[in-house]
C-alpha cells in the first residue's frame, strides 16, 4: 500500500473513501475489541487469528474477483493475499499473473512515464507470488529504477518504495542506460534522509510530518540501520509517531482518524523488529493493533473512518497490516522482505 496521500486524493475523486471527522463507535463496542487484544496477549496469543486472516482474504477475493494492474484491486490486495499465509486459489493469482502480463506487453513495459512508484508496486506483487520481476510480460520492471532521476520526480514516494521493492527480491540495481542518474541504494536512502523534517519524521510536501510517508519511510530505511546516520533517523521519526499517536491508540490527519495510518505504523514496526506492545505506541492500554481492529467490521472489512462504509483501500491496508503481525508473531520473515519463507 502505500503511497497513501497520492491514494487518498485519488480516493477522494473515486469516492472510496468518506470527508469529515470520523464519529466514535459506541464505547461499549471499542472497550470489548480492546479488551479481546489484551485478553489474547495477556495468554500468549496470537493478537491476530487465523480466522480474522481468512475472513478479511475472503472480502477482498469476493470484492476483487478478477486482480488486475492498479492500486486498488490490484497489487496491493494481490501482495497481502500472497504473503498472509491464507489459503487462496492457485487460479485467482493465475488471472493476476495473467492480466499483468498482457497490461505490460500491451503498453510496450512503459506502466507510468511520470509516476514510478507504479513499477514499485508491481514488483513487490511480482515478487509475493514467487516470480521474478526482470520478467514481467518479457519487461525487465527493475530497469525503471535504475534512473534516479525519473524514479524521484513524484516526490519522497519514489524512492521510498523503490527500496522496498528492489530489497522485497534482493534484486541488483540494473545500469541506467537512460543517460540519467544510475540509482544506488545508498543514493535512494540518502535521498529520503534529506528529505527529514527539522524535527524529524517526513512529509510528501512539506509542512508537520505526516503519519503516513513517515512511516513508510521507516519501512524503507529499516534494512539500512548498520548506517549510523540512518538509525538517528529512524528513531527521530519513531519518536515523532510516538508523539503523534492518540490516546485511543490512532492517528489523526486532517482532522480524521484513518485505519491507513494505524496500518502503516503497525507495518513500520515490524520491519524494524519493534514489539507492537513497546511502551512508546501503547496509550492508556489502548495498543496499534485493537485500535485497527476497532475499524474492521463483521465481515471482515475494513472502514477509512470509523463511521465510513466498507472501504476496499482501506481493507487492502488493514489486511496486510494483519499480515505483518501474524508473521512477526510467527517468528517469519517480515511482510516486505520475501527472501525468506
Known amino acids: ?10 480516493a477522494l475523486i473515486l469516492a472510496l473513501s468518506v470527508c469529515g471527522c470520523a464519529a466514535d463507535k459506541p464505547q461499549t463496542e471499542t472497550a470489548e475489541t480492546t479488551a479481546a487484544v489484551e485478553t489474547r496477549t495477556a495468554a ?24 488486475t494492474y492498479g492500486s486498488v484491486g490490484g497489487e496491493w490486495a494481490v501482495f497481502g493475499l500472497a ?7 492457485k487460479e485467482y493469482f ?6 499483468v502480463a498482457a497490461y505490460t506487453a500491451e503498453h510496450g513495459g512503459v506502466l507510468h512515464a511520470k509516476k514510478y512508484t507504479e513499477y514499485s508496486r508491481v ?18 520492471l527493475l530497469v525503471p529504477l535504475a534512473d534516479f532521476d525519473q524514479t524521484v520526480f513524484q516526490g519522497i514516494n519514489g524512492p521510498i518504495f523503490a527500496l522496498l521493492a528492489l530489497d522485497s527480491g534482493a534484486y541488483d540495481i540494473p545500469e541506467n542506460t537512460a543517460g540519467t542518474t544510475q540509482a544506488t541504494r545508498d543514493g535512494y536512502v540518502d535521498y529520503i534522509l534529506n528529505a527529514e523534517l527539522p524535527g524529524g519524521g517526513w512529509s510528501f ?3 508537520d510530518p505526516e503519519t503516513d510517508i513517515t512511516a513508510m519511510a521507516l519501512q ?24 503523534q499517536q492518540e490516546e485511543n491508540g490512532g492517528f489523526v490527519a486532517y482532522d480524521s482518524e484513518s485505519s491507513e495510518s494505524i496500518a502503516q505504523v503497525i507495518v513500520a514496526l515490524t520491519e524494524l523488529d519493534i514489539s507492537l506492545t ?15 481492529l476497532e475499524f474492521r467490521t463483521e465481515n471482515g472489512a475494513f472502514r477509512h473512518i470509523l463511521d465510513g462504509e466498507e472501504d476496499v483501500m482501506a481493507t487492502e491496508q488493514g489486511f496486510y497490516a494483519l499480515v505483518a503481525v501474524s508473521r512477526a508473531e510467527q517468528g517469519k520473515s517480515t511482510l516486505y522482505t520475501m527472501t525468506e519463507t
Do not use: C, H
Not at 1 to 10: H, T
Not at 94 to 99: I, K, M, S
Not at 221 to 241: F, I, N, P
Open 220 to 243: 524503507a530505511l529499516a534494512k539500512y540501520r548498520d548506517r549510523q546516520d540512518v538509525a538517528d533517523a529512524v528513531e527521530r521519526g519513531l519518536t515523532v509517531l510516538s508523539q
Open 1 to 10: 500500500m502505500n503511497q497513501k496521500w497520492i491514494a487518498l486524493l485519488l
Open 123 to 140: 514488483i513487490l506483487a511480482w515478487t509475493a507470488l514467487g516470480k521474478d520481476a526482470t520478467d514481467v510480460g518479457g519487461f525487465n
Open 205 to 207: 510536501a512539506g509542512g
Open 44 to 67: 500468549g496469543q496470537s493478537t491476530v487469528t487465523d480466522e480474522e486472516l481468512t475472513q478479511t482474504a475472503q472480502w477482498l477475493m469476493e470484492q476483487i474477483p478478477q486482480p
Open 278 to 292: 513497546d511502551s512508546r505506541f501503547v496509550k492508556s492500554g489502548n495498543t496499534l493493533v485493537s485500535r485497527l
Open 83 to 89: 504473503r498472509s499465509g491464507v489459503a487462496v486459489p
Open 94 to 99: 493465475e488471472v493476476y499473473g495473467e492480466n
